[in-house]
Structures are given as structure tokens and as C-alpha cells.
């Protein structure tokens, strides 16, 4: 695995350049609509071509799910999971909260992730047996325990029912926790948690390319993640809900009496 690992930092540290070489860059002719409520920029797709080519040609045999491509199948056991620019409308309006995010699934479980956010100079790493880190610092979540003392992180898919979770949410612990924000970047919000800068994170129907690295950083930092039914977070989950643990149960309560 830990092939795999440095392997998939190389090619986030290469796509995270190719993104800054964008990021002043970029006008109005470079950004396209992807649906009605998603937009997809030239950086995004230079890096995933960066990214995907490099994965085929390091593992030939893998599987490759990328947010911007169609799956490559090639009925391996091991699927790499791609966003090459998580928080694509932060990029656009140079808001720097954007990275790379990348994972390595086998057999449904998440085995490695890196999520390399380049203007902030921050690389995250962590695999399945191992530690959560920032560069070469262990991440630890943090030791809040009551809903009025969290700092909360939500955000959401681009479907309608997913934004209806998301106001819910809003209405429900903007005046109840100490702060509850919104960076419009999964992988990055995440990593947050599980390095204790925020205490838990709510995600309706985020898609697994923007979830599945942060995720196992999380876990391997000491949180907890389940879905909204309080199950075990697995690779079929369509929400996410991400804690340190200890303002678990109490938030789970708040979010199912709301609905969610």
C-alpha cells in the first residue's frame, strides 16, 4: 500500500501545479456549464487528463472513477477515485479552498487518500492502517462534546432534494452551535474535521470522488462516520455525516428529528 500511496501523492502534487499555472489565469471562454447547477473549468479537465493518464499507465489493470470522465472498468478489484478540483467555484472566483482529492478503494473499503490543496500548501494522506496526516504531523480530531460548543461544515449535492437537506440543516444549527459554515469543497471540509479545525460535517449526497479520501481521514483521526440513518458510512452511502465521535449521537438525534 504504500506504493500506491506515494504514487498517488506524485500525481496530486503534479496535478495541484497544473492547477496553479490556472489559477490566475483563467477567463470566462475557460468555464462551462456541466448541468444546470454544476460548472467544469479547463483546469478541471487538464488535471484529471494528468491524473488519469498517469494511474493507466502506473496501474494498467485498475479501475479509474473520475468526476470527469466515464469509468474505466477493467473489472479489478481496486478502483482509484478521482476529483481533480474539488471546489470548482471557489477556483473560478480565486477563492483559494480548492484541492485534488484522491482514493484508493478494494473490495468496498477505502485503502488509501490524499487530498493536496496547493494554494494552501497542504497535503493530507492517510491509509487504511495507518495514520492520518498533514505533511508528517499525526491529525487528531477534536475533544468538543456539546452541539453549542461545534464548530459544524456542511455542504451538499447539486440535486434539488439534496439542497432541501441543506436547508434544513441551516435552519436547524445556525443558532445552535458555535458556528456553522459552508467552504464549498468536501475533501477539504473533511480534512478539517478529522484535524480537529471543525468538529463535524454534514454532506447530502455528495458523490463518493468528493468523500471517499476525507473519509478515511476522519476515521483514521478518531472520528466517526456514518450516513444520516446512523450506519456505518459505506461506498454505497448517498450522505455523509462526519465527527469527531463525541458530538455524535447528539447531533444524529437533531438531524433525524429534522427529517434528514
Given at each position: 500500500?504504500?506504493?500506491f500511496l506515494k504514487e498517488a501523492i506524485e500525481?496530486?502534487?503534479?496535478?495541484?501545479?497544473?492547477?496553479?499555472?490556472?489559477?490566475?489565469?483563467?477567463?470566462?471562454?475557460?468555464?462551462?456549464?456541466?448541468?444546470?447547477?454544476?460548472?467544469?473549468?479547463?483546469?478541471?479537465?487538464?488535471?484529471?487528463?494528468?491524473?488519469?493518464n498517469y494511474l493507466k499507465e502506473k496501474f494498467?489493470?485498475?479501475?479509474?472513477?473520475?468526476?470527469?470522465?466515464?469509468?474505466?472498468?477493467?473489472?479489478?478489484?481496486?478502483?482509484?477515485?478521482?476529483?481533480?478540483?474539488?471546489?470548482?467555484?471557489?477556483?473560478?472566483?480565486?477563492?483559494?479552498?480548492?484541492?485534488?482529492?484522491?482514493?484508493?478503494?478494494?473490495?468496498?473499503?477505502?485503502?488509501?487518500?490524499?487530498?493536496?490543496?496547493?494554494?494552501?500548501?497542504?497535503?493530507?494522506?492517510?491509509?487504511?492502517?495507518?495514520?492520518?496526516?498533514?505533511?508528517?504531523?499525526?491529525?487528531?480530531?477534536?475533544?468538543?462534546?456539546?452541539?453549542?460548543?461545534?464548530?459544524?461544515?456542511?455542504?451538499?449535492?447539486?440535486?434539488?432534494?439534496?439542497?432541501?437537506?441543506?436547508?434544513?440543516?441551516?435552519?436547524?444549527?445556525?443558532?445552535?452551535?458555535?458556528?456553522?459554515?459552508?467552504?464549498?469543497?468536501?475533501?477539504?471540509?473533511?480534512?478539517?474535521?478529522?484535524?480537529?479545525?471543525?468538529?463535524?460535517?454534514?454532506?447530502?449526497?455528495?458523490?463518493?470522488?468528493?468523500?471517499?479520501?476525507?473519509?478515511?481521514?476522519?476515521?483514521?483521526?478518531?472520528?466517526?462516520?456514518?450516513?444520516?440513518?446512523?450506519?456505518?458510512?459505506?461506498?454505497?452511502?448517498?450522505?455523509?455525516?462526519?465527527?469527531?465521535?463525541?458530538?455524535?449521537?447528539?447531533?444524529?438525534?437533531?438531524?433525524?428529528?429534522?427529517?434528514?
Amino acid at each position: 500500500m504504500e506504493n500506491f500511496l506515494k504514487e498517488a501523492i506524485e500525481i496530486a502534487k503534479k496535478a495541484g501545479k497544473s492547477l496553479m499555472n490556472d489559477y490566475q489565469n483563467l477567463s470566462e471562454r475557460d468555464i462551462y456549464a456541466k448541468g444546470s447547477n454544476e460548472l467544469v473549468t479547463k483546469a478541471d479537465i487538464k488535471a484529471d487528463k494528468i491524473i488519469v493518464n498517469y494511474l493507466k499507465e502506473k496501474f494498467p489493470k485498475h479501475n479509474i472513477e473520475s468526476e470527469e470522465q466515464n469509468k474505466i472498468d477493467n473489472k479489478s478489484d481496486y478502483t482509484w477515485v478521482i476529483d481533480p478540483l474539488d471546489g470548482t467555484t471557489n477556483f473560478i472566483i480565486q477563492n483559494p479552498l480548492f484541492a485534488v482529492s484522491i482514493a484508493l478503494i478494494r473490495a468496498n473499503e477505502i485503502q488509501l487518500g490524499v487530498i493536496y490543496a496547493p494554494f494552501l500548501k497542504e497535503l493530507y494522506t492517510v491509509t487504511k492502517d495507518g495514520k492520518a496526516l498533514l505533511w508528517d504531523k499525526p491529525l487528531n480530531v477534536s475533544m468538543i462534546d456539546s452541539v453549542k460548543d461545534s464548530v459544524l461544515l456542511f455542504c451538499s449535492g447539486h440535486k434539488a432534494m439534496h439542497k432541501e437537506k441543506t436547508i434544513k440543516i441551516y435552519q436547524e444549527f445556525k443558532l445552535r452551535a458555535k458556528s456553522l459554515k459552508s467552504f464549498g469543497a468536501a475533501s477539504l471540509e473533511l480534512a478539517y474535521v478529522a484535524s480537529g479545525r471543525a468538529d463535524a460535517i454534514l454532506l447530502p449526497g455528495a458523490p463518493i470522488w468528493d468523500v471517499a479520501a476525507g473519509i478515511l481521514l476522519v476515521r483514521q483521526a478518531g472520528g466517526k462516520v456514518t450516513d444520516f440513518n446512523n450506519d456505518e458510512w459505506t461506498v454505497r452511502s448517498r450522505d455523509t455525516f462526519a465527527t469527531n465521535g463525541k458530538v455524535h449521537e447528539n447531533l444524529m438525534n437533531d438531524t433525524q428529528k429534522i427529517g434528514l
